[in-house]
């Protein structure tokens, strides 16, 4: 393979290239179901008989997969030898006692019930001269201790939910002689919380975006906006990531897991097959930072459809009966090709934000859902608009313009060396005379009109709260003939930061030294309550056929809902 050296024509024949294991759970409820069950609950480290007193009805309890790194080895908790008992908050400590007497020599030994068994942990606590840590599955014990103390399961899990693999496990601690006789047994009921894609309203902690010579001067300008929106930049720099590998979108989809309380981050990890994916992957693993891998690179075919700017989620919304409270997962489909099925099915199984939500973005190029819409806050009404690219206002704003100040110039300043005559900087006049272009913007409006209509009968959006957003897209046979780029810089494609939006510079044509398209967007969003804030994308994204979105990604909270 020379996947390294290999590059994909972007867009217009130019040479621009798109290009750990994670897991998660909800609500830990600790049940006990038996033959002789006395008490069981979540332990904290002090454990004594008064920690359980009145526990007779344990607080539900979720256990979030431990697929995040606390010691900083560079390996999932879960892959590893269990941490000293009490410093790995992912493991789950169960204390129990057995409902009966045991004889003067007993063991105990905890197991997963299936479908689970290959897929979480279970050990017995056990002092050592280091404190208390987490032992092999089975041990003898001291039944006076017992009598005492009880015993302390340690449960792990290694996955989320998967379609064969509801979010419940069953834990089996069994008492048994050292014959293997059975005594006692207590079943304990945990349950997983489901991994969750994070909205964009969602408040940011974290923007990442890649840095090479292409993107230096982008990534510079990008740091004040993100810091004055309260966040941070985190720059993926690594000399092994190709020059043009800037897509920091399409290598990894962040998410979340929680418990109500803690919350652990976790990404899944790219299918492009490209070098970014898995930089960021070893990257990010780390404390309360987990990494999932769901399906695999499914080679050329599978180009940029399988990336994950063509997988997003809604606000929460309500529709067609259902509360979509964390939101509903959406994905593009182009004919036959669509988002890697194994995600799909993953993200499905989670029963959140499911079922997905196929977007048609057969008419793209690309083919991404975040081509196509996105979301901003509003203080006013509905709490969010959603924002999609609109031709028709963009030659209706076009044709004001031009009449208003005749002269003006499509993709301003952007004309570098060797661009063709027109391929990006071109007169407005020019533009709107050009009657395949604007044939195209009735056929493609067409496309989008549909779109608009499929997201808000599934999404429940009502028409007062779309905005259009001016956009002009073209094609070029030589290049994915029958399929269409944004002519003009795609300001949908942008990165919300709180009530900051982050809008690609469309450079538009100027009136009354205004540049008429930003201002579109302005008067669309800042009686919201919105902050549009433009930065300058054009190289090396709008010409590697992408924006700011595609070129970033973001680290969320979860705001309380
Ligand atoms: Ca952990
Ligand atoms: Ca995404």
Request: include cysteine; charge should be negative; hydrophobic fraction near 40%.
């Amino acid at each position: 393979m020379i996947e390294v050296m290999s590059s994909i024509p972007y867009r217009r024949g130019r040479c621009a290239f798109r290009n750990k294991n994670f897991l998660s759970l909800r609500n830990i409820f600790l049940a006990l179901c038996i033959a002789g069950t006395i008490a069981a609950a979540a332990c904290t480290d002090r454990l004594s008989r008064e920690d359980l007193a009145g526990q007779d009805r344990p607080q539900p309890k979720i256990v979030i997969p431990n697929i995040d790194d606390d010691n900083g080895d560079g390996i999932p908790d879960v892959n590893a030898a269990p941490l000293a008992a009490g410093t790995d908050d992912e493991m789950l400590q169960i204390h129990v006692f057995p409902d009966g007497k045991l004889p003067q020599a007993a063991t105990v030994r905890a197991e997963i019930a299936e479908p689970w068994t290959g897929f979480a942990r279970a050990f017995v606590r056990m002092p050592s001269p280091e404190g208390p840590r987490f032992g092999p599955r089975s041990v003898d014990v001291n039944p006076a201790e017992v009598k005492k103390r009880g015993v302390v399961i340690g449960v792990e899990v290694a996955d989320f939910p998967a379609s064969d693999r509801p979010p419940t496990v069953e834990v089996k601690v069994l008492f048994e002689t050292q014959e293997g006789r059975p005594l006692h047994e207590i079943t304990v009921l945990c349950s997983v919380p489901p991994f969750l894609l994070s909205p964009c309203l969602d408040p940011a902690e974290q923007v990442q975006v890649v840095k090479t010579r292409a993107t230096e001067e982008f990534v510079r300008n990008l740091k004040p906006l993100v810091e004055a929106a309260g966040a941070e930049l985190e720059i993926v720099d690594d000399p092994s990531i190709p020059e043009h590998d800037i897509w920091m979108q399409d290598a990894v989809e962040i998410g979340l897991a929680t418990d109500g309380e803690r919350l652990m981050h976790v990404a899944l990890h790219g299918n492009r097959g490209r070098e970014l994916d898995a930089v960021f992957a070893k990257k990010a693993l780390g404390k309360d930072f987990g990494v999932l891998k769901k399906g695999d690179y499914r080679g050329r075919s599978a180009e940029w459809i399988d990336w994950y700017g063509n997988l997003e989620v809604s606000p929460p919304v309500k529709a067609k009966g259902r509360d979509f409270k964390d939101g509903r997962v959406y994905a593009g489909t182009q004919a036959e090709r669509a988002m890697h099925p194994e995600v799909i099915k993953f993200l499905e199984a989670q029963g959140a934000q499911g079922p997905v939500l196929w977007l048609d973005t057969s008419w793209l190029v690309i083919g991404h859902v975040d081509e196509t819409v996105s979301w901003v806050p509003s203080r006013v009404g509905t709490p969010f608009r959603m924002m999609i690219p609109s031709p028709r206002l963009a030659i209706e704003i076009l044709r004001q313009a031009e009449q208003d100040a005749p002269g003006g110039i499509l993709n301003r300043g952007a004309k570098r060396d060797g661009d063709k005559p027109g391929e990006f900087e071109r007169p407005v006049a020019e533009a709107l005379g050009d009657k395949g272009l604007m044939a195209a913007q009735e056929f493609i409006q067409g496309k989008i009109d549909a779109v608009r209509r499929t997201l808000q009968d599934e999404l429940g959006v009502a028409d007062a709260d779309v905005i259009e957003i001016p956009v002009l897209f073209n094609s070029d046979k030589r290049w994915f003939p029958g399929r269409y780029f944004a002519e003009t810089v795609n300001m949908v494609n942008g990165l919300l930061l709180g009530n900051d939006y982050i809008v690609p510079d469309p450079r538009g044509p100027l009136v009354n030294s205004q540049d008429v398209l930003l201002q579109a967007v302005k008067d669309r969003l800042e009686p919201l309550g919105c902050r549009v804030v433009p930065l300058d994308c054009f190289d090396p994204y709008h010409r590697g056929g992408g924006e700011i979105h595609c070129g970033t990604n973001a680290t969320r909270r979860r705001t309380h809902r």
